[in-house]
């Protein structure tokens, strides 16, 4: 594995050394080019005039050309030779005349062509030029300048070792700055990471210390967020475990109560046995009852329910009235409906069952004799709702918001006598909220409570598929 700091120190230090590279060289060399033009210009300029004014004289001889060289002082070459036009050195600063010339250049502007030539080597410029000398456009001869430029060269290394200095400086500070700025931000991904083992070892109500306003803090704060997430699902879970088991136990204890003392009592009357084993059977169907409950809700959680469809809830509430009348005939509770036509939902006809047929149960479980549940759906353009309200003995205030939690009953016996789990508004409540709508809860004058479920009306489109 490359570690980010290797791959990061790299990335720089080759970012670096191609800079200096540039640096050191692209300078120098156009500093060099411009000596090379500038030598050019003065010294095919100072050969001009040599050539022309050597063309003038009559006749070419190493006395009269000494006499014009040095009237045109060109004691800044280091060399200057003029020939005639056969290649013999009239003039030479640097030898002898008389001998045919060794000089390839002046052979060259013999045949009419000015060379020019210029070099930077052993901290010099070296720069010659060689040109025809022509009278009457006759070619008379040649002309070779030489120079040899140390003073130049010396201000061009110097501005070199300046450069090369400060960029070795400049190189070694942002490699420092940067091992430093990759070494604290690795220190705090680090950080993360550490904080990320703590909780992958289990201990969610850990917190991740976040400093600083980057992106390394955002990932920080959406780790805890997840962590606080993962807190709370898993204290759900623990608590809905040990819940369930303790309202499993409730009545697998007393089955096994029951039918202890069937077994340990020999001389038990026939009608003490038949009211045993139903409590039995009762207890049995309370089971029943919470597993389906739990099922329901675990259907519920896991999203599994079948694909939702346009359904007309005045149907749905018509259906799950009808098992529960028996009920509300036996607590002498009226049941008074006033239902809208065409108020159709898109969800499940299962879901919106449990969701009618649990706030009618509940409306007649907690009621009082003689009392009354009213039953209104309606609906306008954006929304279709459900209320059902109750005359009955109402859930206290501090009480309301816990009432949708799984298992959680106001008054426990009472609750546990009608036979409930504290299941049912748990299911109304999760599969309201599965299918888009909302519920809440209030309390009903003069007494009683109202619960309203409100789901949004489909669009035409939605109702269409
Ligand atoms: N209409 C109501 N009037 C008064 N109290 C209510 C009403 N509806 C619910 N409650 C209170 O809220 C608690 C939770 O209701 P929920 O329907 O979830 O459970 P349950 O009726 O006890 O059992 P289950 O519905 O699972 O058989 C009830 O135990 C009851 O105390
Ligand atoms: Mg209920």
């Known amino acids: 594995m490359h570690s980010i700091r290797s791959q990061f120190i790299s990335f720089i230090t ?70 005639d036009l056969g290649g013999k050195v009239l003039y030479d600063t640097a030898g002898a005349a008389g001998e045919p010339t060794e000089l390839e250049d002046l052979l060259t502007s013999l045949e009419g062509k000015t060379v020019f030539r210029s070099s930077f080597s052993e901290d010099a410029f070296n720069s010659s030029v060689a040109m025809p000398l022509s009278a009457n456009g006759a070619l008379t001869g040649a002309v070779y300048l030489s120079e040899h430029d140390a003073e130049r060269a010396e201000i061009i290394l110097g501005f070199q070792h300046r450069i090369r200095a400060a960029s070795l400086g400049i190189g070694a500070l942002a490699l420092v700055l940067a091992f430093l700025f990759v070494f604290f931000l690795l220190q705090r991904i680090q950080a993360l990471v550490r904080s990320m083992h703590v909780v992958a070892d289990g201990d969610y109500s850990y917190r991740h210390k976040n400093r600083g306003r980057d992106e390394i803090t955002e990932l920080g704060e959406e780790f805890n967020q997840l962590t ?84 007309d809830l005045k149907k749905v509430v018509l259906d799950s009235l009808t098992p529960l009348r028996p009920l509300a005939q036996e607590k002498g509770v009226a049941l008074e409906t006033e239902l809208e036509d065409g108020c159709v939902v898109l969800a499940t006809e299962d879901d919106l069952f449990h969701v009618v047929f649990n706030l009618v149960e509940n409306a007649v479980k907690y009621n009082v ?65 599965a299918h888009g709508g909302s519920i809440t809860v209030g309390q009903n004058h003069p007494q009683g409570s109202v619960f309203c479920v409100t789901f949004p009306r489909p669009t035409t489109e939605e109702t269409a598929t």
């Open 228 to 311: 606080e997430r993962l807190q709370t699902t898993e204290e759900q879970r623990r608590r809905f475990v040990s819940d369930a088991s303790h309202e499993l136990k409730t009545p697998l204890a007393s089955i096994r109560l029951l039918a202890d003392s069937i077994v340990h009592n020999d001389n038990i009357d026939a009608g003490t046995m038949r009211e045993f084993v139903t409590d039995i059977g009762n207890e049995a169907m309370r089971l029943q009852r919470t597993t389906e409950k739990l099922l329901d809700l675990s259907r519920l959680d896991d999203k599994v329910s079948a694909p939702a469809e346009p359904v």
């Open 369 to 433: 004799p003689q009392g009354s549940v009213g039953i209104r759906l309606q609906g306008d353009e954006r929304n279709v709702s459900l209320t059902v309200s109750d005359t009955g003995i109402g859930i206290p205030e501090e009480d309301r918001q816990n009432i949708f939690s799984r298992f959680y009953r106001v008054d426990k016996a009472r609750s546990r006598e009608a036979g409930g789990s504290g299941l049912g508004l748990s299911i109304v409540h999760d599969a309201v909220l």
């Open 14 to 83: 080759a970012l670096l050394l191609v800079l200096l590279l540039l640096l050191n060289t692209y300078p120098l060399i156009s500093s060099r080019d411009a000596v090379f033009e500038e030598k050019r210009s003065s010294m095919t300029g100072q050969a001009a005039t040599v050539s022309s004014t050597l063309s003038s004289l009559e006749r070419l001889s190493p006395e009269n050309i000494a006499e014009v060289l040095r009237y045109l002082d060109v004691s800044a070459y280091s060399r200057v030779v003029v020939t």
